[in-house]
């Protein structure tokens, strides 16, 4: 997979790609990161990538023409035919505008990256970018949560790690990535139900521990140690459930539950209650 950032800072990616997995996978040839410097598609003495907004406002926002010059040297497809690929199912790149206005960055959205040749990301910048940047040249705006940034690079930053970890090869142990929180479903063959070491079924991840067993009094739970793995599937099914309740209820809409999960979730609704 190749990923092109198109952005004003290029110097802000040599520490993130520079480590971790993504350097990994870069030196392993499963993916390739090339930073495009929009003030080199300028054509005034003072490099101007931004200008004041028709109507009046705040703040400066992001020219047109610095961003469609990159890209269209860059020998993307056009975006008729990206978005007519897309509708078909058989997408291979896709140009992205990093905004605040645009739909919600999640692990299933990585995961339809992950299959693609090629992803363009585009950094805004300041105010904004010319709206004709998301009407005629991007094919579809991501934010990484509801909070604003001086610009999208620390985005472009977050989806590339997100969606590099997901190329096979990436990571050593790939069963690890079908255990994650936010991960989609995952079956055993023999008993329909989340493995006990992989799967969080959409749910928040189970808790983890380590070695000493005991650590200043703070002991591993006993379930973990016995070597009963049908016991320890439940009990971090449980976790998983409580966590999520906890910190992420919305979740919980999306998740497919079973009767046993159904309990649980009853079981510590009403221990809350009584407490």
Known sequence: MKADILTIFPGFFQGPLDHGITRRACEMG?????????????????????????????????????????????????????????????????????????????????????????????CGRYEGVDERVADFLADRELSIGDYVLSGGELAAAVIIEAVTRLLPGAVGNEASTRQESFTAHVETEASGAADSTCGSGGL??????????????????????????????????????????RNRPDLLEGVKLSDEDAKILARIKASREAK
């Open 204 to 245: 928040l991840d189970y808790p983890h521990y380590t070695r000493p067993a005991d650590f200043r009094g703070m002991p591993v739970p006993e379930v973990l140690l016995n070597g009963d793995h049908q016991e320890i599937r439940r009990w971090r099914r449980q976790r998983a459930l409580e966590k999520t309740l």
């Open 30 to 122: 499963l993916a390739k990161v090339e930073v495009h410097d929009l003030r080199q598609f300028t054509h005034d003495k003072h490099r101007t990538v931004d200008d004041r907004p028709f109507g009046g406002g705040e703040g400066m926002v992001l020219k047109p023409e610095p961003l469609f010059e990159c890209l269209e040297s860059s020998q993307v497809a056009p975006r008729s035919d990206r978005v007519n690929d897309r509708v078909a199912g058989r997408a291979t790149q896709s140009v992205i505008l990093l905004s605040a206005q645009g739909q919600r960055f999640t692990q299933q959205v990585a995961a339809e990256l992950a299959v693609l040749d090629r992803i363009v990301l585009v």
